[in-house]
Nanobody
């Protein structure tokens, strides 16, 4: 398993940008599919973006065209570039490492502790 630590969250005005980072320690980071989830107060955790070990990406409809997921295997890090942020993007953002078949499930995998993103004027 890998250990994951997210960073880069904060307070941003609507229309602004943030870049989240998720640093992994442990072995074989490059073989994992990585995902970014978010959970807003009173809502279920949802997958917003995922990237496979061959750099195939997938996005939730709500963030397509605004968010970009990428990874740097040399740095054992996955990123989430968030542009044109909206108040409804406010949530705790988590990264997850798992297999391609399991990245979209809530069970299993390795999770970070989360980083808060608040979009407000």
């Amino acid at each position: 398993q890998v250990q994951l630590v997210e960073s880069g969250g904060g307070l941003v005005q609507p229309g602004g940008s943030l870049r989240l980072s998720c640093a992994a320690s442990g072995s074989f980071f490059s073989i994992y599919t990585m995902g970014w989830y978010r959970q807003a107060p009173g809502k279920q955790r949802e997958l917003v973006a995922a990237i496979t070990n061959s750099d195939r990406t997938n996005y939730a409809d709500s963030v397509k065209g605004r968010f970009t997921i990428s990874r740097d295997n040399a740095k054992n890090t996955v990123y989430l570039q968030m542009n044109s942020l909206k108040p409804e993007d406010t949530a705790v953002y988590y990264c997850k490492a798992d297999s391609p078949l399991s990245i979209a499930t809530m069970k299993g995998g390795s999770w970070g502790q989360g980083t808060q993103v608040t979009v407000s004027s």
